[in-house]
């Protein structure tokens, strides 16, 4: 209602965010959290194979600085700029409440920036010092003790962050009271730091055996054994996300669909929450396989393979991702404002009057028969662009035909009475916030896009609509 | 421009988010100008880094003495690119909470280009890893290796452009409903002054950062640059930073010139007054340093920091002095258009709250009394009248509310020891449901 709307009608604003979000993630806990135990371990693992043999010591240390390599060049690459992106977009896309956010949570961010920052620090440390602490054994020790407060620090900023996450998930504590401290008491927070952490160590294996694979040729001599090091490390950490995801997954029920008022709301839920049990297991389930394999018989096992576990983690997580935010929904931030950007306080003022004399960059303020269908288009950018596109990605066009049967032509009679109740027969969707003057044209648009489909573009492109001076009054005023 | 004007040209005027700031206003105000300015630092060491690596790998052609040069600035980068990423996301929170409206507004307008600033910095900090690892790996394929250091400067040399532009872009709310687009945006007056103006001072900070870089005890000069003496290197970087700080002579007055007059006034004025006085000390020195004897090269390094760094201090204030006052009366006409909103929103949430009361009181109220009117002569409560007991008659239409409404308007003939009812034709529907409403609920 406040900002120029920005609008990507072919992706659909909410998957720009959920992208760079997910691939942040994943990178995180991949390659941040899990990389640096396992590094370090490896590092360590070279360092006590020096007294026996040295050439071992040369490969393992090698090996284990490739590792890192890798995963220093993607955190300070796209692991780093996702985090500054995850602003970006929501910025982009939702910036009434992302501003309200950082009003209220300003110091939790300056807190995740304070760590954030340290990490970034650290891990440039920790790898551009690897090959001065090969001078000698002391340098060494130090270095893997280094690698050793990587590691807890990489964990504690994943412990701040879901700690961070956890509070401003929690509806209802936005509005009552807003000490951070809650996040960390609330009682989902240790199960899900307990779950993600050894997922967070299963991911690292995964990419590990592939690493392996790709960097120990065959006629290295610590080949077998690298593999038995990253698959027993990735064994170690299956019973651990077994047992945390059990518990986390049936203290998320009682918690948080408590919130879902409506039954149709919970079952909904309920189906993805099973298909995100079985996609867990499967995931896991890969993993575990691929360890045993590499674990028994390193030599047949084709690199492609090892790729599936690491597919399956992703898509797993970005499932879990993805259903936390549909906890959240219809709100952007817990009862206090929808997911379309508009203050719940503000419904009965705009039901009232209607959004568009209370929207800044809107070509009109008010509905007229003449300009209907441009004021139904305005609406609809106000009310529906957060989640929908006229013809992309969930696109409101093909959501009524679902409804109503493909092909069959749209009635407007019949889609007003739907987005009347749209909240109550689909919970995640805010209620209809405009007045009966802006649903009429509402629909009446949405069914013109029936008949002549055609995009809308958002202000990236458009620019904000002109305003038309009053030039009289101007002369007026500087004549006084 | 003053805050009649602003109504009068209709100029938008959005409402501010209704939340209270997160600390008093001079404080984020005094933390953006300093975490922004570290940020800027880095940054500039990051373009300049790059830009140099690239400089010196071409020059590295015709005299392979360069290539050392470039390979030790280049290292340099890793570092300072990752500081001024992370060291961005403060004032980037901070100018957020500060210019919510402004800053969001102009990040919707150049949207696409705004987003593409994280694909386009990813893209050059892994040209830049390749470049960095790939010395040895294409040394026989030069052309390439040059490639990719010079894909990676393009982009350092664009990014700021949209940076810029945005920063330009939210202090004229009058211009948002002329610019299209990012393009459109750029073009605004005073963009490219800026943009000329911030590049130079990377050149300047880099040569001055080289220079020291290079200058340090511990750096062992001998054996990772042996195509030069320590002497001859710090002294190009002191000649670079002197050089560039000789282009702002002309940049510097052109980015005033160009400002839009709205923002400036007279504290303005001396503030930078200040910063340029302090830069035209830093100039003599440089240019002392650079003239002098090795030994003595050394002495004027750190007064040169010291007045740069209350030129860029007083530079930094300067920016954000123009800002507010360029802002100032449209954040006024938006306190009160805000103001005004939440009135007319606090109005119509107690006229809904009590309006639904009233409305479900009616309902009621209704109910009962209609009832009154029309049937208590013959029904009671527990006991027989004319009619049956409401306790007998009620139970039967338990959840049958449309059976009743119609046995009121015409009523059967059902019990032989009752006369008959008389039907209520007369009762509009509203009435005859709100009746039964107060029955079924009894």
Same mark, same amino acid.
């Not at chain 2, 030069?142 to 990014?159: E, M, P, W």
């Given at each position: ?9 072919? *992706? ?6 959920? *992208? ?60 780093? *700029? ?7 977009? &929501? &910025? ?12 209220? $949570? ?20 920790? $790898? ?40 401003? *998930? ?24 307990? $779950? ?74 309920? &189906? ?102 441009? &004021? ?105 | ?20 700031? /997160?600390? /008093? ?193 511990? #750096? ?120 005004? #909103? ?46 049956? /007991? ?53």
């Amino acid at each position: 209602m406040d900002f120029p709307i920005f609008h990507l009608d072919f *992706m659909g604003n909410r998957w720009l965010i959920a *992208m760079i979000a997910i691939l942040h993630v994943l990178i995180n806990h991949a390659l941040a959290v899990g990389f640096a135990p396992l590094v370090t371990l490896m590092e360590y693992r070279g360092y006590l194979a020096r007294k026996t043999d040295l050439e071992q010591q040369k490969r393992w240390d090698d090996l284990a600085y490739k590792f890192l390599f890798v995963a220093f060049v993607i955190t300070t690459t796209v692991g780093a *700029m996702t985090g500054v992106g995850i602003w970006f977009s &929501a &910025a982009l896309v939702n910036p009434a409440s992302i501003g309200s956010l950082i009003r209220v $949570f300003y110091f939790a961010w300056f807190t995740e920036w304070i760590v954030f920052v340290g990490e970034v620090i650290l891990i440039v440390i920790y $790898f551009l010092t690897w090959k001065k602490s090969n001078r000698s054994d002391k340098a060494k020790r130090r270095h893997i003790r280094f690698g050793l407060i990587l590691s807890i620090f990489s964990w504690i900023t994943m412990a701040v962050i879901v700690g961070i996450l956890g509070f401003m *998930m929690d509806p209802g504590n936005w509005l009552s009271d807003k000490t951070l401290f809650n996040g960390f008491t609330n009682p989902l927070y240790i199960p899900q730091l307990l $779950f993600r952490t050894p997922l967070a160590m299963i991911m690292a294996g995964c990419i590990g055996l592939l690493l392996v694979a790709i960097f120990a040729k065959k006629d290295n001599p610590i080949r077998p054994k690298a593999f038995r090091f990253v698959s027993i490390w990735t064994l170690i950490w299956v019973p651990h996300v077994v047992i945390a995801g059990l518990w986390y997954y049936y203290k998320i029920p009682d918690l948080m669909i408590g919130n879902l008022p409506v039954a149709l709301g919970t079952q909904l839920f309920q &189906a993805w929450y099973d298909k995100l049990f079985y996609v867990m297991f499967g995931a896991v389930g890969l993993a575990v396989i691929i360890g045993l394999w590499t674990l028994f018989n390193s030599r047949r096992i084709p690199k492609w393979l090892m790729v599936l576990p690491i597919i399956g983690i992703f898509i797993f997580i970005g499932m879990f991702e993805r259903i936390r935010e549909f906890i959240r929904k219809p709100y952007v931030i817990g009862e206090y404002m929808y997911a379309n950007a508009i203050r719940v306080e503000d419904y009965p003022l705009l039901q009232k009057d209607g959004i568009l004399p209370h929207s800044t960059f809107v070509s009109v303020s008010e509905v007229t028969e003449e300009n209907k269908l441009e &004021a139904g288009e305005n609406v609809f950018l106000v009310a529906c662009t957060r989640c929908h596109t006229t013809s992309g990605i969930n696109s409101v066009v093909n959501r009524f035909e679902r409804m109503y049967g493909k092909g069959n032509p749209l009635n407007v009679d019949a889609m007003k009475t739907y987005m009347r109740s749209m909240h109550k027969a689909r919970y995640y969707m805010p209620p209809f916030p405009g007045n009966e003057k802006e649903l009429d044209a509402l629909a009446y648009y949405i069914k013109s896009l029936q008949t002549f489909p055609r995009t809308i573009e958002g202000a990236q492109l458009n620019g904000t609509p002109a305003v038309e001076y009053d030039i009289e009054k101007i002369k007026e005023h500087i004549k006084k | 421009m003053n805050t009649v004007l602003i109504q009068l040209l209709q100029i938008p005027v959005p409402k501010d988010i209704p939340l209270e700031m /997160p600390l /008093p206003h001079w404080l984020l105000v005094a933390l953006l100008i300093f975490s922004f300015l570290l940020h800027i630092l880095f940054v500039n060491l990051m373009i300049g880094g790059t830009a140099l690596t690239l400089w010196a790998e071409l020059l590295g052609l015709r005299k392979k003495e360069y290539n050392d040069v470039a390979i030790e600035i280049e290292k340099t980068v890793t570092l300072n690119k990752s500081l001024a990423v992370v060291l961005g996301v403060a004032p980037l929170l901070s100018i957020n909470v500060l210019y919510t409206v402004y800053f969001y507004s102009a990040n919707a307008i150049t949207g696409l280009f705004w987003i593409s600033i994280i694909p386009m910095v990813i893209v050059a900090f892994l040209l830049g890893y390749w470049h960095k690892y790939t010395w040895e790996k294409l040394r026989n394929n030069k052309s390439l290796h040059i490639a990719i250091i010079a894909g990676a400067t393009l982009i350092y040399l664009f990014v700021p452009f949209i940076f810029l532009t945005n920063i330009n872009l939210m202090q004229f709310p009058e211009k948002w409903a002329s610019v299209d687009g990012f393009f459109s945006a750029m073009t605004l007056a005073n963009v490219f002054p800026r943009y000329l103006h911030f590049i130079t001072a990377s050149f300047a900070v880099t040569g001055l950062f080289v220079f020291w870089y290079f200058g340090r005890r511990s #750096y062992e000069f001998e054996k990772n640059i042996p195509g030069f003496s320590r002497y001859e290197i710090r002294r190009k970087a002191m000649s670079l930073a002197f050089g560039a700080s000789i282009a702002q002579v002309v940049f510097g007055p052109l980015l005033f010139i160009t400002l839009p007059t709205e923002g400036i006034d007279w504290d303005l004025v001396i503030t930078i007054g200040i910063g340029v006085t302090a830069a035209v000390f830093a100039m003599v020195w440089m240019w002392n340093s650079i003239n002098a004897e090795e030994h003595r090269m050394e002495k004027y390094f750190w007064p040169i920091v010291l007045a740069l760094t209350i030129t860029v201090g007083f530079m930094g204030t300067g920016r954000q002095l123009y800002r507010a006052n360029a802002l100032q009366p449209h954040q006024e006409v938006m306190a009160q258009k805000t103001a005004e #909103y939440l009135q007319l929103v606090e109005e119509a949430k107690l006229a809904a709250e009590s309006g639904e009361m009233e409305k479900a009181e009616n309902i009621a109220m209704a109910g009962e009394k209609l009832f009154e009117q029309n049937c208590v002569v013959c029904h009671q409560e527990e006991n027989r009248l004319v009619g049956p /007991p409401l306790k007998e008659i009620v139970p039967i239409y338990e959840g049958k509310k449309e059976a009743l409404i119609a046995w009121i308007k015409k009523p059967g003939k059902k019990r032989d020891d009752y006369p008959p009812m008389p039907g209520f034709t007369q009762l509009s529907e509203e009435k005859l449901e709100s009746i039964a409403d107060y029955m079924l609920k009894l």
